[in-house]
């Protein structure tokens, strides 16, 4: 195989959303597996729609995602010199010409072809104009737009390294616009120009870009350029197999940030959204080097992936509990900070406190933000009880006399280590014939006002002697006021 050069081009239009950092990923896993060359493009030459404040948010989301870039980011609104020579050649060489047609007789042909049923192909009004024809169209104020003259016959082909042999009909595909009577180039136009500059090898992206592929390689022949090798990564559907949209949930990568999902659980999701690590398929956590080591567009199926955040949760989970401890609690920060439990700058002391509530915490938290929603407790005594919690283990008779009879056995204990906490409520278990469960659930509820969370006795050693037993006294001067 030739030098892999591959680019992921995304128009600055909005955020990343999944199917692009998908097939940036994809480009990304393609690039390292053979020593090759990842290139970010920025497709910014569609001025009404792209905005440079979505360029830094692009890059950002890819950094987060750890898609460091090679070369680039390059630019399409800093290239227009390089269409219009390319344009211009094209021109000269008469396999390109200038068209006055203006957007009403444009849309009078659409409305004919609408009315007959059938789909509108330019008709190749100004294909052989003269020159002095042309000059009297100049004078009268028309400003052409630029077309690639295609054949009328035979097949434009694509060896799509995914879905193989896709075949398209010429006489389907009409002179379509290269230059805009703008000046700007067309999406399709740019893009080949841009893809020979850069020796793009391959070209990997989204299935919805199958039906540019003809237009780009007819391009591409008539500039004389090498025509890369293409592959089209399958749609990514909502569960209910519709278009993915905002109603199904985050889509964009800075929303899964904001939510508090680690990159690596994202990019791992990604991966397996239409590829297969193996023949067996049942292989689901990979980490970035394997994902490298294991990638090929073989895998990829042509079939649409389906969107899953269950699936994505799961691994968040998986990726919280076996991460670096220091690194998630730093990653833990910014959810904690705003919830008002440290400060966005912890100290050494705080960070300490708030790397031993994520120890305890990420065992069952799905999410930083969850995890950090469900933290307060350690943190605070100002909450309340779980409403069908205090009905199921607070309002049997004596509950209040055994949380009492808990606080003095725990004050009075030689050490507060989990071990010999869990040694106390065996005994008392034994003494009281009561099970743990009927000990603990009480007493759970009362110093942290919920049902479940971290290891029991982790919990209250982490609270101390002296806040454990304060709180359950207040439970029980509660439960006797009520």
């Known amino acids: 195989m030739a030098k ?27 690039a390292r597996k053979h020593d090759g060359v990842f290139i970010l493009r920025i497709d910014d030459s569609d001025e009404e729609r792209s905005r440079p404040e979505y360029v830094e948010g692009l890059m950002e989301s890819l950094r987060w995602l750890g898609l460091d870039w090679d070369e680039g980011p390059y630019f399409q609104s800093q290239n227009l010199e390089r269409y219009h020579r390319a344009a211009n050649l094209l021109l000269e060489n008469k396999k390109a010409y200038r068209c006055y047609c203006t957007p009403e007789e444009l849309e009078a042909g659409r409305e004919e072809a609408r009315r007959k049923g059938e789909a509108y192909l330019y008709p190749g009004k100004c294909r052989n104009l003269t020159p002095e024809q042309e000059e009297k169209l100049r004078a009268a104020g028309r400003v052409p737009v630029v077309r690639l003259l295609t054949p009328d016959r ?14 398209f009909d010429n006489a389907l595909i009409d002179d379509f616009i290269i230059i805009k009577s703008s000046g700007l180039p067309t999406y399709n136009f740019a893009s080949v120009v841009d893809d020979a500059q850069l020796e793009i090898s391959h070209v990997i992206r989204a299935e919805e870009h199958l039906s540019n592929t003809p237009r780009q390689i007819l391009c591409a022949r008539a500039l004389g350029c090498a025509i890369p090798s293409y592959a089209h990564l399958p749609m990514i559907l909502a569960p209910d197999r519709s278009k993915l949209s905002k109603r199904h949930g985050a889509t964009a990568v800075e929303e899964f940030r904001e939510k508090g999902y680690l990159p690596e659980a994202l990019v791992n999701y990604m991966c397996l959204l239409g590829w297969s690590p193996s023949l067996s398929g049942d292989e689901e956590i990979l980490p970035l080097e394997e994902m490298i080591a294991r990638f090929s567009l073989e895998r990829v199926n042509k079939t649409a992936a389906i969107y899953d955040t269950e699936k994505l949760t799961w691994m968040n989970g998986h990726y919280l ?37 994520v120890s305890l915490m990420r065992e069952r938290a799905k999410t930083l933000s969850e995890m950090a929603e469900a933290s307060s407790y350690f943190y605070s005594a100002d909450y309340e009880y779980d409403p069908r919690g205090w009905e199921k283990h607070f ?32 005994r008392l278990a034994q003494e009281t014939s009561l099970s743990l469960g009927r000990l603990i659930q009480p007493v759970r509820l009362s110093v942290s006002g919920r049902t479940g969370g971290p290891d029991f006795y982790e919990l209250l050693s982490f609270l101390g002697r002296e806040e454990t037993v304060r709180r359950l006294r207040r439970t029980v001067q509660q439960l006797e006021g009520r």
């Open 4 to 30: 892999v050069r591959v680019r992921f081009a995304p128009s600055p239009t909005g955020e990343l959303h999944i199917g692009g950092a998908r097939t940036a990923l994809f480009n990304y896993l393609f």
């Open 154 to 167: 035979g097949e434009t082909v694509v060896e799509d390294l995914i879905r193989g042999s896709v075949r």
């Open 321 to 357: 509990r076996e991460g670096n401890l220091e690194r998630i609690t730093r990653l833990a920060v910014p959810f904690f900070a705003a919830k008002g439990l440290v400060s966005p700058n912890p100290g050494k002391e705080e960070l300490g406190k708030l790397q031993k509530v």
């Open 395 to 426: 309002s049997r008779e004596g509950t209040g006399s055994l949380i009492d009879k808990i606080a003095g056995e725990l004050e009075a204990l030689p050490d507060f280590k989990p071990g010999t906490i869990e040694e106390a409520f065996a």
